[in-house]
T-cell receptor, first 109, second 112 residues
Framework: QKEVEQNSGPLSVPEGAIASLNCTYS??????FFWYRQYSGKSPELIMS????GDKEDGRFTAQLNKASQYVSLLIRDSQPSDSATYLC?????????FGKGNQVVVIP | DADVTQTPRNRITKTGKRIMLECSQT?????MYWYRQDPGLGLRLIYY???????NKGEISDGYSVSRQAQAKFSLSLESAIPNQTALYFC???????????FGPGTRLTVL
């Protein structure tokens, strides 16, 4: 089992809709969870971090963490064309971050 | 942001050449990292350093070496570059209890 899995293929959402991304992880002892946004050819940019069960909201972004089920999700409300990017889930374990392969989001005007 | 800078931003080199990629950060983070990113493979950790005297191998360290010259500087070397080292290379800096990492702009390396 991979450390961090993001299994969904490219996600197309209409402008103004909600984009929902999911991520599962294997290390039950993980304590820190992150979502990064990466535009094509650019570096990953931290958009959300979450450390305890429940929801954390920051502007149009909401991260959700469920440690018992070992998943973390990201919701993007009122999606904008500028949200079109690849979103990377990262989980801290074994003194390093493990990254998922990312989910591409395409917001259709 | 950690204000992480990388030089060069782009580099084309030939097989067998030695090349060094440099990374600097201005926020005083104790931890620094080197990753490479390939299409379909995601980010993979090459080396990481928790302080000047602490260097650790990551998932894919073969063919690479690093030097932590100061808290703010962490360089990556390819002793004898080969074509399958063509990739996008990122340096990151971070630390603290949560190990939040901030990435530099990346170096696009092409080995012919």
């Amino acid at each position: 089992q991979k450390e961090v899995e993001q299994n969904s293929g490219p996600l197309s959402v209409p402008e103004g809709a909600i984009a929902s991304l999911n991520c599962t992880y294997s290390d039950r002892g993980s304590q820190s969870f992150f979502w990064y946004r990466q535009y094509s050819g650019k570096s990953p940019e931290l958009i959300m971090s979450i450390y305890s069960n429940g929801d954390k909201e920051d502007g149009r972004f909401t991260a959700q963490l469920n440690k018992a089920s070992q998943y973390v999700s990201l919701l993007i409300r009122d999606s904008q064309p500028s949200d079109s990017a690849t979103y990377l889930c990262a989980v801290r374990g074994n003194n390093r971050l493990a990254f998922g392969k990312g989910n591409q989001v395409v917001v259709i005007p | 942001d950690a204000d992480v800078t990388q030089t060069p931003r782009n580099r084309i080199t030939k097989t067998g050449k030695r090349i060094m990629l440099e990374c600097s950060q201005t926020k005083g983070h104790d931890r620094m990292y080197w990753y490479r990113q390939d299409p379909g493979l995601g980010l993979r950790l090459i080396y990481y350093s928790f302080d000047v005297k602490d260097i650790n191998k990551g998932e894919i360290s073969d063919g690479y070496s690093v030097s932590r010259q100061a808290q703010a500087k962490f360089s990556l070397s390819l002793e004898s570059a080969i074509p399958n080292q063509t990739a996008l290379y990122f340096c990151a800096a971070g630390g603290g209890n949560t190990d939040t990492q901030y990435f530099g702009p990346g170096t696009r390396l092409t080995v012919l």
